[in-house]
T-cell receptor, first 116, second 115 residues
Framework: ETGVTQTPRHLVMGMTNKKSLKCEQH?????MYWYKQSAKKPLELMFV???????ENNSVPSRFSPECPNSSHLFLHLHTLQPEDSALYLC???????????????FGPGTRLTVT | TQLLEQSPQFLSIQEGENLTVYCNSS?????LQWYRQEPGEGPVLLVT?????EVKKLKRLTFQFGDARKDSSLHITAAQPGDTGLYLC???????????????FGKGTKLSVKP
């Protein structure tokens, strides 16, 4: 138990569906992250929120839409996904820093997403 | 561009054997982290190394950061089936301008320890 929870753990959705992934951290951190993990590829950083402000968007398609209502919660809204979006989506949190330094990240268990 | 190369990609050994996995880059990192990930779970942080030449031990695991802070190694002594998993290294680079989240991950080494 790392203090970062994700729901759901598994999700199967059609290409026309709309769904949301949820992440919650209980570590008192101020930075939260979404990563995508596909087979044979390194972890891909998608979005970063630092003190609730989005500070990174690594050229992620607009069919992925993040939301960070407070420093403990992070959502990833999904709509009109493609089969190649099937992957493990990981949330992480870390100590935030307004100077932009990178600290140790703590990951949730992930959501295994399958797009049919 | 793959900034962090991990080797070997796959490693299958018998219980009790020793092993070393490597994480190499041409870039300098301000720190480097090692994670272990089990199937269906997220990566779990094992250690962070910060200083060039630093060595850290975690029970049977020994982590070393290269003098130039471009590479790292993880050595496991007397491996056990519970060590099975994907070992990931991630380098942190201090970016000017306040950009957070600059962890660069390698593809990982998949270790299997057979009883």
């Amino acid at each position: 138990e790392t203090g970062v929870t994700q729901t759901p753990r598994h999700l199967v959705m059609g290409m026309t569906n709309k769904k949301s992934l949820k992440c919650e951290q209980h570590l008192g951190h101020n930075a939260m992250y979404w990563y995508k993990q596909s087979a044979k590829k390194p972890l891909e950083l998608m979005f970063v929120y630092n003190f609730k402000e989005q500070t990174e968007n690594n050229s992620v398609p607009s069919r992925f839409s993040p939301e960070c209502p407070n420093s403990s919660h992070l959502f990833l809204h999904l709509h009109t996904l493609q089969p190649e979006d099937s992957a493990l989506y990981l949330c992480a949190s870390s100590q935030g820093d307004l100077r932009g330094l990178t600290y140790e990240q703590y990951f949730g268990p992930g959501t295994r997403l399958t797009v049919t | 561009t793959q900034l962090l190369e991990q080797s070997p990609q796959f490693l299958s050994i018998q219980e009790g054997e020793n092993l070393t996995v490597y994480c190499n880059s041409s870039s300098v990192f301000s720190s480097l982290q090692w994670y272990r990930q089990e199937p269906g779970e997220g990566p779990v942080l094992l250690v962070t190394v910060v200083t060039g030449g630093e060595v850290k031990k975690l029970k049977r695991l020994t982590f070393q950061f290269g003098d130039a802070r471009k590479d790292s190694s993880l050595h496991i002594t007397a491996a056990q089936p519970g060590d099975t998993g994907l070992y990931l290294c991630a380098g942190a680079r201090r970016e000017y301008g306040g950009s957070q989240g600059n962890l660069i991950f390698g593809k990982g080494t998949k270790l299997s320890v057979k009883p």
